[in-house]
């Protein structure tokens, strides 16, 4: 789908000549490569620790999104590095394919928190902006381009750095939990539908029905096939994944990972929802309701503390009171920034 009013992003982007950072802390500002996943994790662990101790990006997550086939390392990715060798900061470019509606570039990344403060993020930024509208530059696509940064609100740095930058609060999230001690209230489908737990076999349609189910949603585009993989392997747990099934229809799905690691930041135990997706025909009929009931029971039957998501505070389907219905409260807050060409 493209916006017949508008020209081509590259007729509406001039690419930037790529921008060398200098900074007297860094002797080197290279590409990533395969061989720089343990350095870029040690320093997104480092940041979590400072920012959101409550969720660290695994190993595994950061293998993949280096090596994802959409990331160019050479021309995407950039590392700070010290004299002694060490790699103090991370930016990455990233725009995902499957353009229906706008083409976005990810800025992601930062700075270890042992340098902050002197400017590298302000190099590292300048970097990534002229990044990212080369990329948007070479676009054939008559659709809106946007560069995007988020900002968890813990780090306050973060989203006046994306201010100072250039971009644009656009949009605020929030973190919700829900105690599982209290009890569950008894929701069930007000349309025939099964629910199932999640198999591999369900994937195509689980796909297909996420990204239709997405379509009206804050900026979201269909997922790639490396991304929707990405969605359900790692930390992915399938047995805490349903799927509500009208017939052979997938009607809703609701996707569940498990990171121990985050317990101990977090301050107790329990699983993070991912994705709570119902079709647009199916909406309005308890499904999502009855989807959060099956993980909710399934997790207190392990004993757990809690289960946690996100959600568009001002996501158009009222999932925010769909969640705080279910028991859900929030406990933190992100912000989404956006550059807009």
């Excluded at 001039?14 to 950072?21: D, F, G, Q, V």
Aim: charged share 25%; aromatic share 8%.
């Amino acid at each position: 789908m493209t916006d017949d009013t508008l020209p081509p992003l590259r007729e509406r982007v001039t690419a930037p000549p790529t921008y060398r950072p200098q900074h007297p802390l860094i002797a080197d500002w290279r590409p990533a490569t395969a061989a720089d996943v343990d350095a870029v994790h040690e320093v997104y662990r480092a940041i979590a620790v400072q920012d959101h101790p409550n969720y660290v990006a695994t190993r595994e997550e950061v293998e993949e999104e280096l090596g994802y086939s959409f990331v160019d390392l050479e021309a995407d990715t950039l590392l700070a590095v010290t004299a002694d060798g060490r790699v103090v900061a991370v930016g990455v470019v990233m725009e995902p394919p499957r353009q229906e509606t706008l083409v976005r570039e990810f800025m992601n990344g930062g700075v270890h928190p042992e340098f902050r403060g002197q400017g590298i993020g302000r190099e590292l930024l300048a970097w990534q902006r002229a990044r990212g509208e080369q990329k948007l530059a070479a676009s054939e696509k008559t659709l809106p381009g946007w560069l995007v940064g988020y900002a968890d609100r813990r780090a306050p740095d973060r989203e006046r750095l994306l201010l100072a930058g250039g971009f644009e609060v656009a949009r605020y999230f929030r973190t919700m939990e829900r105690d599982l001690r209290d009890p569950i209230p008894e929701v069930s489908p007000t349309v025939d539908v099964r629910i199932v737990p999640y198999t591999s076999e369900l994937a195509d349609a689980v796909h297909v029905a996420r990204d239709d189910a997405f379509r009206d949603h804050w900026g979201s585009q269909p997922l790639s096939d490396e991304q929707f993989a990405g969605l359900v392997s790692g930390v992915f747990v399938p047995e805490l994944s349903f799927v509500a099934l009208a017939g052979d229809e997938v009607a809703g799905v609701l996707l569940t990972d498990v990171n121990e690691d985050d317990w101990e930041g977090q301050g107790f135990t329990g699983a993070y929802v991912s994705t709570v997706a119902v079709t647009r025909p199916y909406r309005g009929r308890r499904i999502a309701p009855t989807l959060l009931r099956s993980v909710l029971e399934a997790c207190a039957a392990r004993g757990w503390d809690k289960v946690v998501l996100d959600v568009d505070a001002e996501n158009p389907t009222g999932a925010l009171g769909l969640y705080t219905g279910m028991g859900f409260v929030t406990t933190q807050a992100e912000t989404g920034l956006v550059r807009a060409y």
